[in-house]
C-alpha cells in the first residue's frame, strides 16, 4: 500500500506564517488572526500560568504549546545553568484553522528528553544555531521554525495528546484516509457511503469512529471545512459564484443558505 501523507494536504489548508521571537519570549503584539504559540525551552525552567492559576513548572528541554487566544504567563524560575528559550507563533491564514485550533482547549507541554523523533533533530539545531552566532542566522532560525511547527504536528500525529479533533483522527490510518481526501477535494461529491467505504468501513462504524475521534459527525466535519473556504473566497473578493464552486455547493443561492443556517446555528449538513 502506497504511503499515505498525511499532513501535506492540511498545511495547504492552514496557510500557516510563521513569525519568530527575536528575545526568544512569546510573540505577543499585533496578533490578528488567532493560531498557536510554540515555546521551546532549551535549557532552565518556566513556571506556566494559565488564566491566572500557576498549573505547571516546565523544565527544559520541553516544548510548551498553546493558542495565541489563550492567557499564558511564563516566568523564569531561577535554576542553575543557563536559561534559553526560542518562541514563534504560527498565525493560519487558511480555512482549516478552526478545525485545528478547537482541539488546543488548554497548553501542552511535551518533555524532549524522551524519545521524540519527529522534534529531536530541529531541536538540536536550534539549539546549535542559538549557541554560536553564524551568518545567515535569522534565515536559518526562520526555516527551523518551519520545521519545529511540522515536527509538533507529526509528533500529535504519531502521539496523541489532545482530547480529540482533526490530528487525533490523522493518527487513525482509516480516519486518515478520509480526511486527506477531504481536505485535498472538499468540492467532490461525497457521501457517508462514499467515505466509509474509502474508510474500508460500514457507515455506522465509520461515522461513530469518525465522531469518537473528531467529536464532530463527518457530514458537519465537511459542510464546517466547505464553509470555511466559501467565507475565505468571499472575502478575497471572489463573489458568491466562485465561492460556490471552490467550495463543492451547487449554486450561490445554495451557499448563501447554507451560509445562513451557520450563522443561525442550525448547522444542516450535508452528507
Known amino acids: 500500500m502506497p504511503h499515505l501523507d498525511r499532513l501535506s494536504a492540511l498545511l495547504a489548508g492552514l496557510a500557516p506564517k510563521i513569525r519568530l521571537s527575536s528575545q526568544g519570549e512569546p510573540v505577543s503584539a499585533g496578533v490578528p488572526l488567532d493560531g498557536l504559540q510554540l515555546q521551546l525551552l532549551l535549557e532552565g525552567a518556566l513556571e506556566l500560568t494559565w488564566h491566572g492559576a500557576s498549573t505547571e513548572t516546565l523544565q527544559g528541554p520541553a516544548l510548551l504549546v498553546w493558542r495565541t487566544s489563550q492567557l499564558v504567563a511564563l516566568k523564569p524560575v531561577a535554576v542553575l545553568g543557563e536559561h534559553r528559550q526560542f518562541g514563534l507563533q504560527a498565525i493560519f491564514e487558511g480555512p482549516a484553522a478552526d478545525l485545528l485550533l478547537e ?27 542559538m549557541t554560536t552566532p553564524r551568518c545567515g542566522q535569522p534565515a536559518m532560525l526562520a526555516r527551523a521554525g518551519e520545521m519545529l511547527f511540522i515536527g509538533l504536528l507529526r509528533h500529535l500525529v504519531a502521539n496523541p495528546r489532545l482530547p480529540s479533533g482533526m490530528l487525533n483522527g490523522l ?86 443558505r447554507a451560509l445562513s443556517r451557520q450563522a443561525a446555528g442550525l448547522g444542516k449538513v450535508s452528507v
Open 103 to 129: 482541539a488546543f482547549v488548554q497548553p501542552l507541554s511535551i518533555r524532549l528528553d524522551a524519545c521524540c523523533v519527529e522534534l529531536e533533530l530541529v531541536v538540536r539545531l536550534i539549539a546549535e544555531e
Open 171 to 256: 493518527a487513525e490510518p482509516r480516519i486518515a484516509r478520509v480526511l486527506v481526501a477531504i481536505h485535498e477535494q472538499p468540492a467532490a461529491a461525497w457521501t457517508l457511503a462514499g467515505l466509509a467505504e474509502l474508510a474500508g468501513m460500514s457507515r455506522t462504524a465509520f461515522a461513530l469512529r469518525f465522531q469518537t475521534l473528531m467529536n464532530v459527525a463527518p457530514g458537519a466535519y465537511l459542510t464546517r471545512l466547505r464553509l470555511a473556504i466559501a467565507r475565505r473566497e468571499i472575502d478575497l473578493g471572489n463573489g458568491l459564484k466562485r465561492a460556490a464552486r471552490e467550495s463543492g455547493y451547487a449554486s450561490s443561492t445554495a451557499l448563501s
